[in-house]
C-alpha cells in the first residue's frame, strides 16, 4: 500500500518541517512506497488528500490538529486510512490514540453542518479564545504570551448568547460559559475536558458549564486544565450522538482549530467513519 505524507512544514514552530526531512530519510531506508507534500497555505492539505479518493492508499497528516481537520476533510468517505503524525504545538488528538497497541482501528468522526472533525467541537469563552488568539498574532505579542493576551481579551470582550439546545429529544434555552462536544480527551493543547472519553465508542462526551461570572472563569478553566471540572456543580455531562442548537445572533464555535460562524448548528456522529493507521515503529523513527 502506498503511503501519502502530507507534511505542514510550520507546525510546531517549524517542528512539521523538521519531521518532513526524517520521513525523507526514513522512507527509502524502510523501502516504502511514497509520496511527500509540502504545504504552502490553508486547506491545501485537504486539496493534495483529495487527490487519492480511488484506490487505497495511507495518507499522513504530518502536524497539529488543524492539519489534522484538513486532511480528514480530504479523505472522508474514501478506503484509505488515515495516520496521525504529530508535530504540531497541541497534538491533542493523538493524545487519545497515542496508547492504543493495534496497528489499525476503526474511530469515530464528528461533522457540524458541513465540516468534519476528529477531536472536539466547541461553543463560548474558549472557542472565542482560540478565535482572538488568531488575531494576537497579527499583533507584536511574544509567542509565549500570544495565548494568555487572548485570554485577557476576550475576558473584557466576550458577551453571553442565549442558546437553545435540542439533545436526546429535550429542548433547554440558557446561557452557558462553555459548550464542548469531545469526542478526544483533551482540547486547547492538553485541557482534559473529557477524561473518560473513547474516540470508538460511538457517543460524545458534551459538557455544558453554566453562565458563572467572569471572576470565576478563571478558577473554572484551571479545573478544566486538571481535568476536576467534573466536580462543579456548574458543570454537567451528557453523552449523545447529535446535538444541535441555535442562537438568537451569529456566533463563534471552533472545530479542531476551523473556526465556524453561524446562528444554527448541527452535530452529528458519524460511528466508525475512517481507519487509522497505527506504525508505532514508523513514528518513531521519524519523530526522533
Known amino acids: 500500500m502506498k503511503h501519502i505524507f502530507i507534511v505542514n512544514p510550520t507546525s510546531g514552530a ?5 519531521v518532513g526531512k526524517n520521513i525523507e530519510r526514513v522512507a527509502p531506508e524502510l523501502g516504502l512506497d511514497y509520496e511527500i507534500f509540502y504545504t504552502t497555505r490553508g486547506h491545501e492539505a485537504t486539496e493534495i488528500a483529495k487527490k487519492y479518493k480511488k484506490g487505497e492508499y495511507i495518507i499522513y497528516s504530518v502536524g497539529g ?3 489534522l481537520l484538513e486532511v480528514l476533510n480530504g479523505i472522508i468517505g474514501t478506503k484509505n486510512m488515515l495516520a496521525v503524525v504529530p508535530a504540531g504545538s497541541g497534538n491533542d488528538y493523538y493524545k487519545s490514540i497515542k496508547d492504543r497497541e493495534e496497528l489499525s482501528f476503526p474511530v469515530d468522526v464528528g461533522k457540524v453542518n458541513d465540516t468534519y472533525f476528529l477531536n472536539c467541537c466547541s461553543f463560548g469563552i474558549d472557542a472565542e479564545i482560540g478565535h482572538n488568539a488568531e488575531l494576537m498574532k497579527e499583533k507584536k505579542i511574544p509567542r509565549s504570551q500570544i495565548y494568555n493576551a487572548s485570554i485577557a481579551y476576550t475576558f473584557v ?4 448568547k442565549e442558546v ?3 439533545l ?7 446561557e452557558y460559559t462553555i459548550v464542548t462536544i469531545m469526542n478526544g480527551k483533551t482540547y486547547g493543547g492538553g485541557w482534559t ?13 458534551i459538557y455544558f458549564v453554566d453562565r458563572v461570572s467572569k471572576a470565576s472563569i478563571p478558577g473554572l478553566l484551571l479545573k478544566v486544565l486538571k481535568g476536576t471540572h467534573e466536580e462543579s456543580p456548574h458543570v454537567h455531562h451528557r453523552l449523545a450522538d447529535r446535538i444541535k442548537f441555535k442562537t438568537t445572533q451569529k456566533v463563534i464555535v471552533g472545530a479542531d ?3 465556524l460562524y453561524d446562528d444554527e448548528f448541527d452535530v452529528r456522529l458519524l460511528k466508525h467513519a475512517i481507519t487509522i493507521y497505527n506504525d ?3 513514528l518513531k523513527k521519524i519523530l526522533d
Not at 168 to 174: I, S
Not at 195 to 204: I, T, Y
Open 157 to 160: 470582550k466576550y458577551k453571553f
Open 193 to 205: 475536558m473529557a477524561p473518560n472519553a473513547d474516540v470508538s465508542d460511538g457517543m460524545f462526551d
Open 164 to 166: 437553545e439546545f435540542v
Open 168 to 174: 436526546n429529544g429535550a429542548k433547554k434555552t440558557g
Open 280 to 282: 508505532k515503529e514508523l
Open 14 to 18: 517549524g517542528r512539521g518541517e523538521k
Open 257 to 259: 482549530g476551523e473556526t
Open 65 to 67: 490538529d488543524g492539519t
